[in-house]
């Protein structure tokens, strides 16, 4: 099994900065693909950005991309998602997420953390 907690969400003005950290631990192969997802009310959970397990491989809704990092620390299991240049449109819960497969597919992610809120005003 694969537990994923969540924080540093908050609010911020437009223009602002948060770093997003994801705790992670379980079973090593269950999360070899790390990622971000979020999800606004009244619509559908989306993908921002994952990572494979080491960094080789990075994916970026386009929306972020230029915006948004991802990171990772494997000495502290640990992923973070860096957002700068914040909008009213990332307004979301945030969510980490963690699979075993192919990183760049949204669809295979199936452990999930609680969420944790971003409000960019």
């Known amino acids: 099994d694969v537990q994923l907690v969540e924080s540093g969400g908050g609010s911020v003005q437009a223009g602002g900065s948060l770093r997003l950290s994801c705790a992670a631990s379980?079973?090593?192969?269950?999360?070899?693909?790390m990622g971000w997802f979020r999800q606004a009310p009244g619509k559908e959970r989306e993908g921002v950005a994952a990572?494979?397990?080491?960094?080789?491989?990075?994916v970026y809704r386009d929306s972020v991309k230029g915006r948004f990092t991802i990171s990772q620390d494997n000495a502290k299991n640990t992923v973070y998602l860096q957002m700068n240049s914040l909008k009213p449109e990332d307004t979301a819960m945030y969510y980490c997420?963690?699979?075993?497969?192919?990183?760049?597919?949204?669809?295979?992610?199936?452990?999930w953390g609680q969420g944790t809120q971003v409000t960019v005003s």
């Open positions: 990572t494979s397990n080491g960094g080789g491989m990075k």
């Open positions: 997420a963690a699979g075993s497969v192919s990183c760049g597919s949204w669809e295979y992610y199936n452990y």
């Open positions: 379980g079973y090593t192969y269950s999360r070899n693909c």
